[in-house]
């Protein structure tokens, strides 16, 4: 089933001048790649990329890990039961799932979710990501050691990229 009309969401963001809206699905945590979605967040900030960052989840971020531009950027729904997720997502409209994580990982209930909307999906190319997104015709993998400057050009630019097939960025 599919949560969100893809085909629609990603011809709107071909044809919108708005903010790009990535989506992270559950709590920001030191494994989950918090400390990625942070350097995306300074690197956004500091070049004033048209880039928002929602997370739907706990945002995690104690005082000092975010200058006011960073929390300019990002909102999160804090804490949520896994019933109300495809309304939240919904009301997120995202453009575009990020999956930050920096332990591999066997298998990931959030990925299938966000799967299910038939939306791009970003994701570190190691553990289940990789073999999940194989077929998936909107994933981009990357590096787990990718530059925040080469995560946000690649997140904008396959955001309105065709959609025929996958793309890996080192």
């Known amino acids: 089933e599919v949560l969100v009309p893809a085909r629609a969401a990603i ?8 903010p790009l809206r990535i989506v992270v699905l ?3 945590a030191p494994h989950k790649g918090k ?14 990329l048209p880039i928002r960052v929602h997370v ?3 945002l995690g971020v104690v005082d000092g890990e975010m200058d006011p531009a960073m929390a ?3 909102s999160s729904t804090g804490w949520y039961r896994e019933s109300d997720r495809e309304g939240l997502i919904q009301q997120a409209r995202p453009d575009i799932f990020l999956f930050a994580s920096t332990a591999p990982e066997t298998y990931s209930f959030t990925l299938t979710a966000a799967m299910q909307t038939g939306l791009p999906i970003a994701a570190p190319r190691h553990g289940a990501f990789v073999e999940r997104l194989a077929d998936y015709p909107h994933a ?4 787990r050691d990718i530059a925040p400057s080469e995560l946000a050009a690649a997140l904008l630019h396959d955001s309105t990229a065709p959609r025929d097939q996958n793309h890996a960025y080192a």
Do not use: F, P
């Open 56 to 58: 739907i989840g706990y």
């Open 35 to 48: 400390h990625v979605i942070l350097a995306l967040l300074r690197e956004v900030a500091m070049r004033r």
């Open 72 to 74: 300019e950027l990002v």
């Open 26 to 28: 559950g709590a920001l």
């Open 11 to 18: 011809k709107r963001r071909a044809m919108s001048a708005d």
């Open 140 to 143: 981009i993998l990357y590096d």
